[in-house]
Nanobody, 114 residues
Framework: QVQLVESGGGLVQPGGSLRLSCVAS????????MGWYRQAPGKQRELVAR???????VYTDSVQGRFTIVREDAKNTMWLQMNNLKPEDTAVYYC????????WGQGTQVTVSA
């Protein structure tokens, strides 16, 4: 059974940075495109960054230039470096395949507030 565990969220002021981690177990991580999703209160979950099995990354416009997605297949781990955070980045962040096919993890809360 695949398990996804996200961590690294927290409370940060606008302009600050956070680094999220995703560890996957029960799967061969390297085979798949992976992504970071987020869900803000009252909104649908959205894909904000994805990375292919060969390391090509794509970002949604709202985070382009501020977020960086990185994967290390040997560790079944993926990160999301988030810089210059804005209040509108406040959400619960999740990792999953692209498109999502695993059970969702618990996510990690990111709150950007002064």
């Amino acid at each position: 059974q695949v398990q996804l565990v996200e961590s690294g969220g927290g409370l940060v002021q606008p302009g600050g940075s956070l680094r999220l981690s995703c560890v996957a177990s029960g799967t061969i991580f390297s085979f798949y495109a992976m992504g970071w999703y987020r869900q803000a209160p009252g909104k649908q979950r959205e894909l904000v960054a994805r990375i292919t099995s060969v390391g090509i990354s794509v970002y949604t416009d709202s985070v382009q230039g501020r977020f960086t997605i990185v994967r290390e297949d040997a560790k079944n781990t993926m990160w999301l470096q988030m810089n210059n955070l804005k209040p509108e980045d406040t959400a619960v962040y999740y990792c999953n395949r692209v498109p999502p096919s695993y059970a969702w993890g618990q996510g990690t809360q990111v709150t950007v507030s002064a």
